[in-house]
T-cell receptor, first 110, second 115 residues
Framework: GNSVTQMEGPVTLSEEAFLTINCTYT??????LFWYVQYPGEGLQLLLK?????DKGSNKGFEATYRKETTSFHLEKGSVQVSDSAVYFC?????????FGAGTRLAVHP | ETGVTQTPRHLVMGMTNKKSLKCEQH?????MYWYKQSAKKPLELMFV???????ENNSVPSRFSPECPNSSHLFLHLHTLQPEDSALYLC??????????????FGQGTRLTVV
């Protein structure tokens, strides 16, 4: 079946460090891929998405490229800020539902 | 109002109480979802409704009873819950899709505590 695996956290970084959160997926067909972010006490917000192979999604300095050959959609940011501290979820667009990874908590310190 | 709105934001209930969670979406979507988010566990999809019809129930205990009177409103009726049901309950909506590109929009959640 379809599934998403993302790296376990927590990930702890200093401000301005480079961020990578790994995400790989298993799917039949050609799903869209998403990254969602959840700030403390809030629901999930769509951060970025990619709908086909080699697409790059980007938003707020975050990027992820849909790699069909490695079935991956890793999230990157060149310079993180304290305000980026949150839980990040990789997701796969299934038929009428989203399939989520377990989430990765990011803590950024000044 | 825009987006997906959930009420109440916080709820404390006893194990013998009956309460309901409400979700409303103003996005013109026709699919709605309930997710459960417990501490240190992955998001659990509970129910899916498409055009008011339930299309998925992931083995959710009967003490959780969903209701979808129209495409804009979704309820989760709660009765005789257990302390382990304490969690953040998230509602989401999307356009019903046949392709694998469902993009969902989430409410802020209801933090439920069962005492």
């Amino acid at each position: 079946g379809n599934s998403v695996t993302q790296m376990e956290g927590p990930v702890t970084l200093s401000e301005e460090a480079f961020l990578t959160i790994n995400c790989t997926y298993t799917a039949t067909g050609y799903p869209s891929l998403f990254w969602y972010v959840q700030y403390p006490g809030e629901g999930l917000q769509l951060l970025l998405k990619a709908t086909k192979a080699d697409d790059k999604g980007s938003n707020k300095g975050f990027e992820a490229t849909y790699r069909k050959e490695t079935t991956s959609f890793h999230l990157e940011k060149g310079s993180v800020q304290v305000s980026d501290s949150a839980v990040y979820f990789c997701a796969l667009g299934g038929y009428n539902k989203l399939i989520f990874g377990a989430g990765t908590r990011l803590a950024v310190h000044p | 109002e825009t987006g997906v709105t959930q009420t109440p934001r916080h709820l404390v209930m006893g194990m013998t109480n009956k309460k309901s969670l409400k979700c409303e979406q103003h996005l013109g979507h026709n699919a709605m979802y309930w997710y459960k988010q417990s501490a240190k566990k992955p998001l659990e999809l509970m129910f899916v409704y498409n055009f008011k019809e339930q299309t998925e129930n992931n083995s959710v205990p009967s003490r959780f009873s969903p209701e979808c009177p129209n495409s804009s409103h979704l309820f989760l009726h709660l009765h005789t819950l257990q302390p382990e049901d304490s969690a953040l309950y998230l509602c989401a909506s999307s356009q019903s899709r046949t392709e694998m590109n469902t993009e969902a929009f989430f409410g802020q959640g209801t933090r439920l505590t069962v005492v």
